[in-house]
């Protein structure tokens, strides 16, 4: 083994591109980072070193909750206090700061020390943050290149304003239908508030409100009430067909009787003409479902090739024309959510508020904007080097944002981004976390992966 695989990857890793580190639990993120942390610091690692030394307000770490910036924050200033006492002399120190001090030389060990005290001095004005907090920083610091306001409120409940916003679209857009729109509308909304519970998962991904709600709904009631008229129209003879062939095998005893049974098929017609002749958009024949069909009939069939029928094929894909139809217009419902994502929006602008995700998606329009490569370049500069951690937590727009100002896949060698984290440790799916995005930043990354493999929290068996 060679002298440089046998240091740990903290001491070699390469401290310039755009690279990732798989970290399992327990296998030492936390001290890995600080250690990261201690180089960058000190300009440390030669070629495969950053080009230049940084202060904290320079190194941009970002994790996912509050808690976890707290003790980051703080175990990289114990570790900057550890690490000056070590190039002191005044402690021994752990093997990994040992092999640090050896890589420079000891006539600059006095120069390292202070270097590492005036880093921890500056721990409080440390880039440690959450994603949201820092999106925050960065619209409120570049507020001309990001298009912001200078000073905006976080509102972390925007609860109220939302249903008020909702019940704005009710008087705009429900209050002036009539007839039939109007009966849809109480129909399946019934109240702003249960609109509310319909378009809340739709908000994030509302596109554009084109036109009024009334004209939508006019022509989509009359395309499926066309739809229905279509699907209805040969039922009534088929239904009449249908019961007298099968009556006809029932009689001539070429059907299993325990499985077709003539009150079941004059139960099934009965209900299907009803339903072909008349309004009803709901359709229950039960066992009919699955009897009536070519696979259900020849089950049931005893003597003999079953007959074919179109009826028998229909039945096969009947019942989803059916939900599909009976289903509320979604046509409708996507309308409701671009509108009110919009007016929404446009509301808590006027207010000067944000909520945590409008945090990510304005910093992100910001970057996507006219002025983006500028906002991108500025950012790059503020915080040459940057280590993302848990990044199997990490969301598509996140990652947009740090591809944005980083182009991962482009490797730059004047500037850094580290992503840490482990796919099996995702825990985060429900605000949007997807393993795509993870194995998107692996491929953009590729030729460039490190991992952390040993477990230190697993105890020898004796």
């Known amino acids: 083994m060679s002298a440089l695989s046998s240091r740990p990857l903290a001491l070699r890793f390469v401290l310039h591109g755009s690279r990732l580190i798989e970290a399992s639990a327990g296998t030492g993120k936390t001290f890995t980072i600080s250690a990261l942390y201690l180089r960058l610091v000190l300009g440390h690692g030669g070629d495969a070193g950053f080009e230049r030394e940084l202060l904290p307000p320079e190194i941009l770490v ?5 808690a976890a910036t707290r003790e980051l924050r703080d175990r990289i200033r114990a570790r900057l206090v550890e690490a000056a006492l070590v190039f002191r002399g005044e402690v021994g120190g752990d093997e990994l700061l040992v092999q640090l001090r050896a890589d420079f030389d000891p006539e600059q060990w006095p120069a390292c020390a202070r270097r590492l005290d005036i880093a921890a001095q500056w721990m409080d004005e440390a880039a440690v943050s959450t994603i949201h907090g820092w999106c ?4 409120r610091e570049h507020a001309f ?3 912001s306001l200078f000073t905006q409120t976080l509102q972390t409940d925007h609860g109220e304003l939302l249903a008020l916003v909702v019940r704005d679209y009710w008087r705009q857009q429900c209050y002036p239908l009539a ?3 109007l009966d849809w509308v109480i129909s399946h909304w019934k109240t702003p508030d249960t609109l509310l519970g319909e378009l809340r998962p739709l908000l994030q991904e509302a596109g554009e409100a084109s036109g009024p709600l009334s004209a939508l709904l006019d022509a989509q009631l009359q395309a499926r009430a066309h739809a229905w008229i279509e699907l209805k129209a040969p039922w009534l003879n088929w239904a009449d067909e249908l019961e007298s062939m099968l009556m006809a095998a029932v009689t001539a005893k070429q059907v299993d009787g325990r499985k077709l049974q003539a009150r079941y098929i004059s139960a099934w017609c009965d209900k299907l003409r009803d339903w072909a ?24 069939w005893k003597a003999g090739e079953p007959p074919a029928h179109p009826a028998l094929e229909a039945m096969v894909t009947l019942p989803v024309q059916i939900d599909t139809l009976s289903t509320p217009l979604e046509a409708a419902r996507r309308h409701a959510a671009a509108w009110v994502s919009r007016r929404f929006d446009e509301e808590k602008r006027r207010r000067a508020e944000m909520g945590f995700d409008d945090m990510l998606s304005r910093l992100d329009d910001a970057l996507q904007g006219e002025n983006g490569d500028r906002l991108a370049e500025v950012i790059r500069g503020q915080f040459p080097v940057a280590l993302i951690d848990e990044f ?4 598509p727009l996140q990652y947009r ?11 730059h060698g004047s500037s850094g981004l580290f992503l840490i984290g482990d796919p099996k440790q995702a825990i985060y799916a429900f605000r949007g976390a997807d393993i795509h995005t993870y194995l998107g930043a692996r491929q953009a990354t590729r030729g460039r992966h490190d991992s952390l493999d040993t477990n230190f929290r697993s105890a020898t068996a004796w």
């Open 62 to 66: 970002v994790t996912f909750t509050d």
């Open 145 to 147: 290149d990001s298009g």
């Open 392 to 395: 199997q937590d990490t969301d």
């Open 136 to 139: 925050q920083r960065m619209l």
């Open 277 to 300: 002749g008349g309004d009803e958009t709901t359709l229950d024949i039960g066992t009919g479902f699955i009897r009536l069909t070519p696979d259900g009939l020849s089950e049931a």
């Open 179 to 181: 007839g039939e729109t």
């Open 401 to 411: 944002i740090f591809d944005r100002i980083y182009r991962l896949a482009e490797n």
